[in-house]
C-alpha cells in the first residue's frame, strides 16, 4: 500500500536502485503488431535460450516500439552502459545469436539493426537532424513492461497525480493545463483545459471523467498501441482530471476489437487500487477515484462524445444537438469531460515538468506533440510521435522511408473518413491543427495513409464515402440520404457515366451536408469528396472527359488488349478465368472485350509484356 | 412484458447449461428497479450473451429485456445499431477481411472479389453448411500487414489473391 507521496517517492528510488546495473535486458514488442507478426513464439526461445545458457538477461515484454514495418522487433539494452540495439525483422533461428552477443554489447551479426529516429524531451531536449521524432505520449511505450505496475513506478509513475494532489489546488491543475496549450488530440483540437473548467464550475453532486478509447478511425492506432503499451499513463491522468473537476469516477469507453488493450487496462487498473493510487483517499489525501472500463461495440459515430456518451448509457450511439455540451450536461445529464486517450497521455508529463516545459515544444498555437500512424504505401509502415510543426515530407520521406517499391507520392490522407488529401506540391508544410484546416484536410485522430500513383483518387473518395454510408447512424437526413447520394454521384463518374453537371452537383451538395448535419462526422464526411476534386480536379475530368481511370483502378473505365509483343505461348488463356482469350499456339492472341472481367490477371501472367492496360 | 421465468425455461431450450451460464452473469449485476440505470448495463449483457451463444437470437434478447426490464425494441434498437452484434447465426470460421484505409489502398477490394468468388459467398452471408461466414472488418489496427484477413482470432497479413485457397484449407 502507497499511501503518502513519501512512500511513492522511497518506492521509485527503491525501483531504480534494485535496477540491474549488470547484464543485459532485452525488450520484446508484443502489441497487437508484434504478436500478429510471430513475436510470441520469438519471446519464448529468447527465455529458454537466455535459461538454458543460465546468462543474466532479462526478458521484458513491452508494448508496441512504433516500428511496426520490422516486427517482431527487439531491443537490447547493455545494463552496465545504458547502450542499446534495435532488432528487426527478427527470425527464430537468430535467437541464439542474439543472446550470445547481449551481454557483450555487440551487434549479432545475421540480424538487422535499426537506427531508432526519437529523442524524450524530458530528459533530452536536443533533436539532432536524424532524431525527429520527440516522445511524451509514447514515452514509455515500448519501453516498459505494462502489466508490471512497478516498473511505470519507477519511471516517475503516479508523481504526477501526488503532485496535484498534494501540492496543488484544483484550480492550480486546470491552468496548468490551461497555460500548456493542450489541444484535444481526438481530431477536434479543442483546448483541453477549457473543457475541465467548465465542467469544474458546475455544481453538481456527480461528475465523471469520460476516456475516449473508441478508436474507429480506420487506419488509425495510436491510442490502442498507448492502451497496450502504457495503461497507467491513462489511468494517471484520468485521476488528475478527476481531481481538477471534482469528479470521483472515471470510465473508460473502448472498442470491444482491442481484446489485448481491455486485458491490460484490467491488469492495470487492479493493480493501481492494490496499491491505493486508484480507490478511496489517494496516497493519504481526500481524493477518491475509481475508473472502470465499459465495451463499444462498433460504431464509429461512437467517437463522437455525445453518440459515445449515449453508448455508454445503453442507448444506440446517436448524437445529440450541442449545446448543452458534456461539460455541462452529459453522461446520466451530469457534467462530464471526455478527452481522448492521447490527450491523456500528455496529461501527466505537463503536470511534472510545468506547462513552460509543454510549451517549448510544438508550434505556438498547437504546443506538444502529436502521434501518427503511418500506413498504406509507405517502406517504413509504424508509429510516429513527432513535435507539432514538423512537415509532411519529414514524417513521409525521413522518419517513413519513402514511397514503397519506389513509385511516385501521389497524395497523403489525414483525418480519416473526416478529412482530406493532401497533394505532393504541400508536402512541406509545418502541421498542426489549423495548417492542415487551410489545406482541406484535418488532424483527425492521427492516421496517416500514404498512396502512390495506383492510387486513383476517385475511388478513393469514393471508398470513405462508403465507410460513411456504413457508420451513418442515420438520425439526420443530410448524413443518411445525402451521403448516399455523393456516392451514387461518385460510382457513375468511376463507371464513366458521369458528366461535368456531376461535378458541379457533388459540390454543392457536400456543402449544404456540411452545413446542414448534425454532428462532426456528418459534417465532415463530405471532405473527402471535397479535397479530391480541389487537389485532383484533372482525374476527376480523366473519368469524365477521357473516360479513362489514370491509375488503372475503376474497372469500368479499363481495357486489356494484346499487342504485336505477342509470341502465342497461350498462358494468358490458360490463366484466363473468363475464357475469354483465344488464339492458336504461336499466334497473336486477342480479348473478347464483351466477356472480359477486366482482373488483369493475363497481363500479370504474361512474360513478354505484351498485354496493355488502356 | 412477459414474465422473467417463461423467457428462461425459453432459453434453456436452447441450451440449459448456456441459459445458466447468461442468467448467472445477469444475475450479478447490480439491478434495480431504475430502467434508465439498468440500461448501462445493456452492451456489455449482449457481449456476455454474445460470447455465450455466439449470437443474439430472439429467445436471448427477450430474456435480456426481461431481466433488465427494458422493452424487447429497445434491446433490439440497440443490436441493429452496432455492427459487433449480430442475431443470425455465425459460421464456425467467421472470416473477417479488413477494409481499412490502409488494406483498401493496399488492395483488400480484389480479395473480397477472391473470397467472395472461392466460398460462393457474398459479404455478410454464412454458407448452408455452417463453416464459413465472410465478415467485411473495419481496421483491426495491423496496417503494416495490410492487406489483413482474420481467421477467428488467426491473423493472415500481406494476404494475396494467391493466399485464399491456403487460408480455406487451413480451416480444418
Known amino acids: 500500500m502507497i499511501d503518502t507521496p513519501a512512500k511513492l517517492n522511497s518506492h521509485a528510488e527503491k525501483l531504480a536502485k534494485a535496477k540491474a546495473k549488470t547484464g543485459s535486458t532485452i525488450l520484446v514488442s508484443l502489441g497487437t503488431c508484434g504478436i500478429a507478426a510471430g513475436g510470441r513464439p520469438i519471446q519464448e526461445k529468447l527465455v529458454a535460450e537466455a535459461a538454458a545458457r543460465k546468462a543474466e538477461i532479462e526478458i521484458v515484454e513491452v508494448g508496441c516500439m512504433g516500428l511496426c514495418h520490422s516486427e517482431p522487433t527487439l531491443e537490447v539494452i547493455n545494463n552496465s552502459t545504458g547502450k542499446s540495439v534495435i532488432y528487426g525483422n527478427v527470425k527464430l533461428d537468430q535467437v541464439p545469436a542474439i543472446i550470445e552477443t547481449a551481454s557483450k554489447g555487440i551487434e549479432a551479426a545475421s540480424c538487422e539493426v535499426l537506427k531508432p529516429s526519437w529523442f524524450y524531451p524530458e530528459d533530452n531536449e536536443t533533436a539532432t537532424a536524424e532524431r525527429i521524432q520527440a516522445r511524451i505520449v509514447l514515452k514509455n511505450t515500448g519501453k516498459i513492461n505494462p502489466e508490471i505496475i512497478d516498473q511505470y513506478l519507477a519511471v516517475k509513475g503516479y508523481q504526477a497525480l501526488s503532485k496535484a494532489v498534494h501540492e496543488m489546488t484544483s484550480q492550480q491543475v486546470i491552468d496548468t493545463i490551461i497555460e500548456s496549450g493542450l489541444r484535444g488530440r481526438g481530431g477536434g483540437g479543442f483546448p483541453t483545459g477549457k473543457k475541465w473548467a467548465f465542467a469544474a464550475a458546475q455544481k453538481n453532486d456527480q461528475k465523471f471523467v469520460l476516456c475516449n478509447a473508441d478508436e474507429g478511425d480506420p487506419g488509425a492506432f495510436m491510442d490502442r498501441a498507448v492502451l497496450e503499451g502504457d495503461p497507467h499513463s491513462v489511468l494517471e491522468a484520468m485521476a488528475i482530471t478527476g481531481y481538477a473537476i471534482n469528479s470521483n469516477t472515471g470510465i473508460i469507453y473502448i472498442r470491444a476489437e482491442y481484446p489485448l488493450a481491455v486485458k491490460r487496462l484490467e491488469i492495470a487498473i487492479e493493480q493501481a487500487k492494490k496499491l491505493g493510487l486508484l480507490g478511496d483517499n489517494i496516497l493519504g489525501s481526500k481524493f477518491c477515484f475509481d475508473i472502470q472500463i465499459k465495451y463499444g461495440a462498433g460504431a464509429f459515430v461512437c467517437g463522437e462524445e455525445t453518440a459515445l456518451i449515449h453508448s455508454v448509457e445503453g442507448k444506440r450511439g446517436e448524437p445529440t444537438v450541442k449545446p448543452p455540451f458534456p461539460a455541462i450536461q452529459g453522461l446520466w445529464k451530469k457534467p462530464t469531460v471526455v478527452n481522448n486517450v492521447e490527450t491523456f497521455a500528455n496529461v501527466c508529463a505537463i503536470i511534472r515538468n510545468g506547462a513552460a516545459w509543454f510549451k517549448k515544444i510544438g508550434t505556438a498555437g498547437s504546443p506538444g506533440t502529436k502521434v501518427f500512424a503511418l500506413a498504406g504505401k509507405v517502406k517504413k509502415v509504424g508509429l510516429v510521435e513527432v513535435p507539432m510543426g514538423t512537415t509532411l515530407r519529414q514524417i513521409i520521406f525521413t522518419v517513413g522511408g519513402g514511397i514503397m517499391n519506389d513509385r511516385k507520392f501521389k497524395a497523403v490522407q489525414t483525418g480519416g473518413p473526416s478529412g482530406g488529401c493532401i497533394k505532393f506540391d504541400q508536402i512541406d508544410t509545418e502541421i498542426d491543427y489549423e495548417s492542415l484546416k487551410r489545406l482541406g484536410s484535418m488532424m483527425g485522430s492521427g492516421g496517416m495513409i500514404v498512396m502512390d500513383e495506383d492510387d486513383c483518387m476517385v475511388n478513393v473518395a469514393k471508398f470513405f464515402l462508403e465507410f460513411t454510408l456504413d457508420e451513418s447512424c442515420g438520425k439526420c437526413t443530410p448524413c443518411r440520404i445525402g451521403n448516399k447520394r455523393l456516392f451514387e454521384m461518385l460510382t457513375r463518374i468511376c463507371d464513366g457515366r458521369g458528366t461535368m453537371q456531376t461535378i458541379q452537383d457533388l459540390k454543392d451538395l457536400s456543402y449544404t451536408i456540411k452545413d446542414t448535419a448534425l454532428c462532426g462526422l456528418g459534417q465532415t464526411s463530405p471532405n473527402p469528396v471535397l479535397s479530391t476534386i480541389a487537389q485532383f480536379e484533372n482525374e476527376y475530368l480523366g473519368h469524365i472527359k477521357d473516360k479513362r481511370c489514370e491509375a488503372g483502378v475503376c474497372k469500368s473505365l479499363l481495357k486489356f488488349e494484346i499487342n504485336e509483343k505477342c509470341v502465342g505461348c497461350t498462358l494468358c488463356a490458360r490463366n484466363c478465368p473468363a475464357s475469354c482469350i483465344t488464339g492458336s499456339v504461336k499466334q497473336r492472341h486477342s480479348i473478347d472485350q464483351n466477356k472480359c472481367l477486366k482482373c488483369g490477371v493475363c497481363m500479370e501472367v504474361c512474360k513478354f509484356h505484351a498485354v496493355e492496360r488502356k | ?172
Request: hydrophobic share 40%; glycine share 8%; proline share 4%.
Open chain 2, 1 to 172: 412484458m412477459s414474465c422473467p421465468i417463461t423467457s428462461k425455461a425459453e432459453l434453456a431450450k436452447l441450451s440449459p447449461a448456456k441459459a445458466e451460464e447468461l442468467d448467472g452473469f445477469l444475475t450479478s449485476l447490480p439491478l434495480t428497479e431504475d430502467r434508465e440505470k439498468n440500461r448501462g448495463f445493456l452492451i456489455q449483457s449482449l457481449h456476455k450473451a454474445q460470447e455465450i451463444f455466439t449470437y443474439l437470437p430472439s429467445v436471448v434478447q427477450i430474456h435480456v429485456a426481461n431481466r433488465l426490464g427494458l422493452h424487447l425494441a429497445e434491446v433490439n434498437g440497440v443490436i441493429s445499431f452496432y455492427s459487433y452484434f449480430t442475431d443470425k447465426p455465425v459460421g464456425k470460421y467467421k472470416i473477417n477481411i479488413c477494409t481499412g484505409t490502409a488494406c483498401f489502398v493496399k488492395g483488400a477490394d480484389k480479395l473480397v472479389d477472391e473470397f467472395q468468388r472461392y466460398l460462393g459467398l457474398k459479404v455478410g452471408e454464412t454458407g448452408t453448411d455452417g463453416k464459413f461466414s465472410l465478415i467485411n472488418l473495419r481496421c483491426v489496427g495491423a496496417c503494416s500487414m495490410a492487406p489483413v484477413v482474420m481467421v477467428n482470432e488467426r491473423v493472415y497479413g500481406k494476404v494475396t489473391t494467391k493466399m485464399v485457397p491456403e487460408i480455406i484449407s487451413d480451416c480444418k
